[in-house]
């Protein structure tokens, strides 16, 4: 866990011209770094709506969504929710493999804990917003907001934030340029938990 302050993940190399153009970049995963001033609050707010309601109040890990996931997994025989927290998340993405068993689990649980004794709440969101697979060979949030709409992360509207927001959970079925409908309907889904939040 003490890595992570160390962590440099790839990012892109551009190629310039004499004149200061860009004429090509390379990257094995096109990422645009970002910090926590540059994450827009509205973009903030989607991705906890969505990821982890209770983000500011847990430590790592969330009982009571533990739980509810749980219960609605067992109400529909098969895995419909999860129960992971966003620092849950981002330790399964850095340390640990996609298997899905209760030994894994034990271990992510384990890790966000130590994570939060370790680092803040702005830390663990700014490193979940920089690292998380966007689709496409994108990168983090603020490279998804350059590839699927041209923009900045810090100018991104409510509209687009959620999103971006949605995707994350399906890249590749939400990606808006392949299938408009189901990210916009995704994206509705994120305005609705914004809405339960209160934000």
Same mark, same amino acid.
């Given at each position: 866990?003490?890595?992570?302050?160390? =962590?440099?993940?790839?990012?892109?190399?551009?190629?310039?011209? $004499?004149?200061?153009?860009?004429?090509?970049?390379?990257?094995?995963? %096109? %990422?645009?770094? &970002?910090?926590?001033?540059?994450?827009?609050?509205?973009?903030?707010? #989607?991705? *906890?709506?969505?990821? $982890?309601?209770?983000?500011?109040?847990?430590?790592?890990?969330?009982?009571?969504? &533990?739980?509810?996931?749980?219960?609605?997994?067992?109400?529909? /025989?098969?895995? &419909?929710?999860?129960?992971?927290?966003?620092?849950?998340?981002?330790? !399964?993405?850095?340390?640990? =493999?996609?298997?899905?068993?209760?030994?894994?689990?034990?271990?992510?649980?384990?890790? @966000?804990?130590? *994570?939060?004794?370790?680092?803040?709440?702005?830390?663990?969101?700014?490193?979940?917003?920089?690292?998380? +697979?966007?689709?496409?060979?994108?990168?983090?949030?603020?490279?998804?907001? $350059?590839?699927?709409?041209? !923009?900045?992360? !810090?100018?991104?509207?409510? @509209?687009?934030? #959620?999103?971006?927001? /949605?995707?994350?959970?399906?890249?590749?079925? +939400? @990606?808006?340029?392949?299938?408009?409908? @189901?990210? %916009?309907? %995704?994206?509705?889904?994120?305005?609705?938990?914004?809405?339960?939040? /209160?934000?």
């Amino acid at each position: 866990v003490d890595s992570l302050e160390d =962590t440099r993940p790839g990012v892109i190399t551009e190629v310039y011209s $004499d004149d200061e153009q860009v004429i090509g970049s390379f990257a094995l995963e %096109r %990422r645009i770094l &970002v910090k926590w001033e540059e994450i827009p609050q509205v973009l903030r707010d #989607a991705i *906890i709506s969505v990821e $982890d309601q209770n983000f500011y109040q847990h430590w790592g890990v969330d009982l009571f969504g &533990v739980a509810r996931a749980s219960l609605r997994n067992a109400m529909n /025989g098969r895995i &419909v929710e999860g129960g992971s927290t966003l620092t849950q998340q981002l330790s !399964k993405n850095l340390f640990l =493999t996609p298997e899905k068993t209760l030994r894994r689990k034990i271990q992510e649980a384990m890790l @966000a804990i130590q *994570i939060e004794r370790n680092y803040t709440k702005q830390q663990i969101l700014t490193w979940y917003c920089n690292l998380g +697979y966007m689709g496409h060979g994108q990168y983090g949030f603020a490279a998804a907001a $350059d590839f699927y709409f041209g !923009k900045n992360i !810090k100018d991104l509207s409510l @509209a687009e934030a #959620a999103m971006l927001a /949605g995707l994350f959970k399906a890249p590749t079925k +939400y @990606a808006p340029h392949i299938n408009l409908p @189901a990210a %916009r309907a %995704r994206a509705n889904e994120v305005l609705t938990n914004m809405v339960q939040a /209160g934000f």
